[in-house]
T-cell receptor, first 110, second 114 residues
Framework: EDQVTQSPEALRLQEGESSSLNCSYTVSGLRGLFWYRQDPGKGPEFLFT???AGEEKEKERLKATLTKKESFLHITAPKPEDSATYLCAVRNNQGGKLIFGQGTELSVKP | DAMVIQNPRYQVTQFGKPVTLSCSQT?????MYWYQQKSSQAPKLLFH???????NEADTPDNFQSRRPNTSFCFLDIRSPGLGDAAMYLC?????????????FGPGTRLLVL
């Protein structure tokens, strides 16, 4: 069964303290791994799509990487405005359904 | 800016009183999705439209229906809301239902059932 597990469930950082969020997955034929950011009471905001092992993408303080079993979202020198829940999702080779992880709730304190 | 719009942002209804949530998009995407998200949980896909073709998830209750009158609009109808249907409802779109296509989400509608 296709599955996505994110860790940790919650992460508290001081401003400027770099860290990484993990997304482990098992999927029948990966056809995309997606990272979203979700603020409380809002819809998920698209961050990155990764398609193959070894691929990396960056946006401001965020960098996403992908291996055959997991993806990391690296946050460099985070700021309080980076506080949000980060969702990871995968798409298999059987159609359009996204399989989501439970998310990592990130809190960055000044 | 091209976007996914949901109305209303907040909806309060009574137990058993039908309610309709609206989604529109200016992205000209041919696939539209409806998700239910409860507090601290991942979004759960209810159904999606590929153009005019409706695709229901096996575990979506019959209480939930959808309409897509044209490319830009999609509606979620909850025929007899129960207390357990209180949640955030998210609309998403993608350009085509081919593998790997990114889904873009709207801001959501928070439904409260009294």
């Amino acid at each position: 069964e296709d599955q996505v597990t994110q860790s940790p469930e919650a992460l508290r950082l001081q401003e400027g303290e770099s860290s990484s969020l993990n997304c482990s997955y098992t999927v029948s034929g990966l056809r995309g791994l997606f990272w979203y950011r979700q603020d409380p009471g809002k819809g998920p905001e698209f961050l990155f799509t990764l398609y193959s092992a070894g691929e990396e993408k960056e946006k401001e303080r965020l960098k996403a990487t992908l291996t055959k079993k997991e993806s990391f979202l690296h946050i460099t020198a985070p700021k309080p405005e980076d506080s949000a829940t980060y969702l990871c999702a995968v798409r298999n080779n059987q159609g359009g359904k996204l399989i989501f992880g439970q998310g990592t709730e990130l809190s960055v304190k000044p | 800016d091209a976007m996914v719009i949901q109305n209303p942002r907040y909806q309060v209804t009574q137990f058993g009183k039908p309610v309709t949530l609206s989604c529109s998009q200016t992205l000209n995407h041919n696939v539209m999705y409806w998700y239910q998200q409860k507090s601290s949980q991942a979004p759960k896909l209810l159904f999606h439209y590929y153009d005019k073709d409706f695709n229901n998830e096996a575990d979506t209750p019959d209480n939930f229906q959808s309409r897509r009158p044209n490319t830009s609009f999609c509606f979620l109808d909850i025929r007899s809301p129960g207390l357990g249907d209180a949640a955030m409802y998210l609309c998403a779109t993608s350009r085509a239902d081919r593998v790997g296509e990114t889904q873009y989400f709207g801001p959501g509608t928070r439904l409260l059932v009294l």
